[in-house]
Nanobody
Framework: QVQLVESGGGLVQAGGSLRLSCAAS????????VGWFRQAPGKEREFVATINWSGHSTTYADSVKGRFIISRDSAKNTVYLQMNSLKPEDTAVYFC?????????????????????WGQGTQVTVSS
């Protein structure tokens, strides 16, 4: 497993942007697939976006496609989630997750069971 720390959450008005960061603590996660998930109050944790180990392949939930961009910077050992055109329904705690069991995998982290490492989450609140 790898320790993950999210940052960048906050309060933003509808239509605004935020960039979330997910950094690995203590070791590199540059060769693991990584995903972002979110959980709103009273709802199940849901998939948002994922990126393969090389950063060359990504997939998004339909609800965020065209608005969010996932990327990774291996030099900084960090995965980002750029969120644009935010809507009130994007309000949730956002979590990053990685799968250290599949290094150099072109697979994704799209289900909760795909990950063995999770961050503590960062709150994103979008006001109308």
């Amino acid at each position: 497993q790898v320790q993950l720390v999210e940052s960048g959450g906050g309060l933003v008005q509808a239509g605004g942007s935020l960039r979330l960061s997910c950094a690995a603590s203590g070791r590199s996660f540059n060769w693991y697939p990584v995903g972002w998930f979110r959980q709103a109050p009273g709802k199940e944790r849901e998939f948002v976006a994922t990126i393969n180990w090389s950063g060359h392949s990504t997939t998004y939930a339909d609800s965020v496609k065209g608005r969010f961009i996932i990327s990774r910077d291996s030099a900084k050992n960090t995965v980002y989630l750029q969120m644009n055109s935010l809507k009130p329904e994007d309000t949730a705690v956002y979590f990053c997750a990685a799968d250290s069991r599949r290094p150099y995998s072109d697979d994704y982290v799209r289900r909760k069971s795909d990950a063995d490492s999770w961050g503590q989450g960062t709150q994103v609140t979008v006001s109308s």
